[in-house]
């Protein structure tokens, strides 16, 4: 049997010996056994004070890297952060330097602002940072706060040492307990009333609470419109004074007239003119004279105003409607444009007249007769002109629901029925016009949503029937205005002045 010498079992002792000691220390310095992981962050912070290396670096408490360096950078203290591989941390990251308990060790804490990308990555600087204050600058503020309340309390000992201290003193606290005591006697006299103020300030504090829940929209609305009128009030005020700087100043006709004794005069003059001018009235001299006092000359007046009247209304019951639109054909991939002018003298019928710009054009046949070796043929040239404006000029009669309209569509005659659904909000409309006997009818039917007012929408399939391949699809939008609308706007187009 193999037996071990003592020399060899002293050198695996102390073998053993140094690999735990090794362990050991490698343990309790933190030095990892393989090189760290993860990827660096720069923090820059006005002060890294008791901030040590290999510090810990904590998310929500979490342990999520160390502090591998600290430098000096322009003044400031670089911390160098090395966070653990698998750690995203986004831009708006804030890092604070901390402190574990009152005498602790310091760490550095990201706090999360935002968990939305962009992260943070390899060498990128945290822009967001907090260095709380340090207990030697609290010490600090400390001291000069306890050296203040000293200069203050010896400046109270000597205003008060001795007998001219001690009398106003004990004149002041006399003065607290004689009100204290007055202030007690009224409060018991006065208890029920003081309850009865108090629960009534509550309820209105509650009503006002509640009122101010309820109508938080509306008083805002109502602040902001008293903001407004006092706005428009305090410029109405500038304006007064103007004014009455300018009167005062002699300028302008009611400045001349209160500043101007010969404008005074001219007018004492002209109020005689018209007070003589009156007397001939009541006389009945003169065409006015005879038109206010002469019976016949009223009653012709009244027969001819009445005349004018009645023509008036009848023109006033004319509606005029102004629209544009538009119609994409998705198989030409071209836009067909309309301006169409309505005037309705009834509301059973309307005259209708519109511009419509086809980008397709219109195709004309004409036919050239030649004569060669006594051979006579006969050719037939196709001509398109693109880009042409086509008129449309109908008139249109309904019954109820059902509208029949007849005359030129798109240059050509035609013939279109409608029908109204949803307070004619909603129509569905065919057309068929261009009878060309050489090839088939133009063929339309569209459907028409009004969502809201001066606004609609269309869709439907034109020239369903063509035998040349013009079938299309479409889908558009137009615009309508009343005539009150044409007013509004016209009225509101500002004029050149001279």
């Known amino acids: 049997?193999?037996?071990?010498?003592?020399?060899?079992?002293?050198g695996c002792f102390v073998l053993m010996g140094i690999l735990l000691l090794g362990y050991m220390s490698l343990k309790l310095g933190d030095l990892p056994f393989v090189k760290q992981s993860g990827y660096d962050l720069h923090v820059s912070f006005d002060s890294a004070a008791g901030l040590s290396k290999k510090a810990t670096v904590t998310i929500a408490g979490v342990n999520v890297g160390k502090v591998q360096n600290i430098l000096l950078k322009n003044g400031k203290a670089l911390v160098i952060l090395k966070i653990n591989h698998g750690i995203k941390i986004s831009k708006s990251v804030k890092a604070i330097i901390r402190t574990s308990g009152m005498m602790g060790d310091k760490y550095v804490e990201l706090v999360y602002q935002d968990l939305s990308p962009p992260f943070l990555q390899h060498g990128e600087m945290v822009i967001n940072t907090d260095t709380p204050t340090d207990v030697d600058t609290l010490l600090s503020i400390l001291a000069d706060v306890a050296r203040d309340i000293k200069i203050l309390s010896n400046s109270f000992t000597g205003a008060i040492k001795g007998e001219e201290g001690e009398s106003p003193i004990r004149s002041i606290v006399n003065s607290v307990r004689d009100m204290t005591?007055?202030?007690?006697?009224?409060?018991?006299?006065?208890?029920?009333?003081?309850?009865?103020?108090?629960v009534n300030f509550a309820d209105f504090s509650d009503k006002l609470k509640e009122i101010g829940e309820t109508n938080h929209e509306s008083i805002y609305h109502v602040i902001q419109n008293l903001k407004r009128t006092s706005d428009k009030f305090e410029d109405l005020i500038i304006r007064i004074n103007d004014i009455t700087a300018k009167i005062n100043r002699g300028k302008g006709t009611l400045g001349k007239l209160i500043n101007d004794d010969e404008a005074i005069h001219h007018l004492t003059g002209a109020l005689e003119s018209i007070d003589e001018i009156a007397e001939k009235i009541n006389r009945g001299k003169g065409s006015v004279g005879k038109l206010i006092n002469d019976d016949k000359t009223v009653e012709n007046i009244n027969?001819?105003?009445?005349?004018?009247?009645?023509?008036?209304?009848?023109k006033d019951k004319y509606l005029t409607h102004l629209n544009y639109s538009g119609e994409y054909l998705f198989k030409q991939q071209e836009t067909k444009s309309y301006i169409t002018l309505k005037i309705q003298p009834r509301e059973d019928k309307y005259y209708l007249i519109q511009l419509v710009d086809d980008s397709e054009g219109k195709e004309t046949i004409k036919d050239i007769t030649r004569t060669a070796d006594s051979v006579t043929t006969t050719e037939h040239i196709v001509k398109t002109e693109k880009d042409t404006?086509?008129?449309?000029a109908q008139i249109a009669k309904r019954y109820d629901n059902i509208g029949i309209r007849g005359g030129l569509f798109e240059s050509t005659g035609g013939l279109g029925l409608d029908y109204y659904m949803l307070d004619d909000r909603l129509s569905f409309s065919f057309e068929a016009f261009d009878f060309d006997p050489d090839a088939r009818a133009h063929l339309k039917f569209k459907a028409c949503y009004t969502p809201i007012k001066h606004l609609y929408i269309s869709s439907g399939f034109d020239d369903f029937i063509s035998d040349e391949g013009n079938t299309s699809f479409f889908f558009g939008a137009g615009i309508s205005f009343f005539d009150q609308d044409i007013k509004s706007f016209l009225s509101s187009i500002p004029l050149p002045t001279n």
């Open 389 to 392: 404006l086509k008129i449309s």
């Open 1 to 10: 049997m193999l037996r071990m010498s003592v020399e060899a079992k002293v």
């Open 181 to 198: 005591d007055t202030l007690n006697r009224n409060i018991q006299e006065n208890n029920e009333n003081i309850s009865k103020i108090i």
């Open 303 to 314: 027969n001819s105003l009445v005349s004018i009247n009645d023509y008036v209304n009848k």
